[in-house]
């Protein structure tokens, strides 16, 4: 079983456009985040949410809404699409104690056209 | 404020010799190290956790406070290593966990 899966795989789409990438977990953890790997495979923090509640929100555009129905799926979602948005988006949970790892998602590559 | 520096953005190395991948952190509290790998095209996995002091795929990594550095070494370098290696920091319970840029291991035949 795939303990955090995210979907879509790939997901091509032009500027402007509004999409939304989504996320679960089946390990039980409390907490999940959205970092973003560009093209330099810089990976870096966009939002981490813990039973539901926002606790981290990283400088990141407006244009990009974290939605957490429970705590074992968040996802996101991104309007008014631009070229810079193009990356991979890796979703991730862990349990919010000192030193637990995260476990990733497989990653979502976004492109924009 | 928490800082991970990963000097090297790409490391070649020849099959059989050894592999040191640097990491030095900046962080005020109780660091919590991690070294993460992604193969290509493949979700970033945990490697080590400094707290569990083991040894996963040959590779190793000991947290030094006074130099403030979790170096990751493999003393015989196999061409299945070839990876993107990040080092994280982590620490406090509501601090989150940042990546440093990341390194290329690239093992030579």
């Known amino acids: 079983d795939t303990a955090v899966s995210q979907t879509p795989k790939y997901l091509v789409t032009q500027m402007g456009n509004d999409k939304s990438i989504k996320c679960e977990q089946n390990?039980?953890?409390?907490?999940m985040y959205w970092y973003k790997q560009d093209s330099k495979k810089f990976l870096k923090i966009m939002f981490s949410?813990?039973?539901?509640?926002?606790?981290i929100n990283e400088t990141v555009p407006n244009r990009f809404s974290p939605k957490s129905p429970d705590k074992a799926h968040l996802n996101l979602h991104i309007n008014s699409l631009e070229l810079g948005d193009s990356a991979v988006y890796f979703c991730?949970?862990?349990?919010?104690?000192?030193?637990?790892?995260?476990?990733f998602g497989n990653g979502t590559r976004l492109t924009v056209t | 404020a928490q800082r991970v520096t990963q000097p090297e953005k790409l490391l070649s190395v020849f099959k059989g010799a050894p592999v040191e991948l640097k990491c030095n952190y900046s962080?005020?509290?109780?660091?919590?190290l991690f070294w993460y790998v992604q193969y290509s095209r493949q979700r970033l996995q945990l490697l080590l956790r400094h707290i569990s002091r083991e040894s996963i795929k040959g590779f190793t990594a000991d947290l030094n406070k006074g130099e403030t550095s979790f170096h990751l070494k493999k003393p015989f370098a196999q061409e299945e290593d070839s990876a993107m290696y990040y080092c994280a920091l982590g620490g406090n319970r509501d601090d989150k966990i940042i990546f440093g840029k990341g390194t290329r291991l690239h093992i030579l035949p």
């Open positions: 991730a949970s862990s349990q919010r104690d000192r030193g637990q790892p995260l476990h």
């Open positions: 949410y813990n039973n539901k509640e926002l606790i």
């Open positions: 390990l039980g953890h409390d907490t």
């Open positions: 962080y005020s509290g109780s660091p919590e």
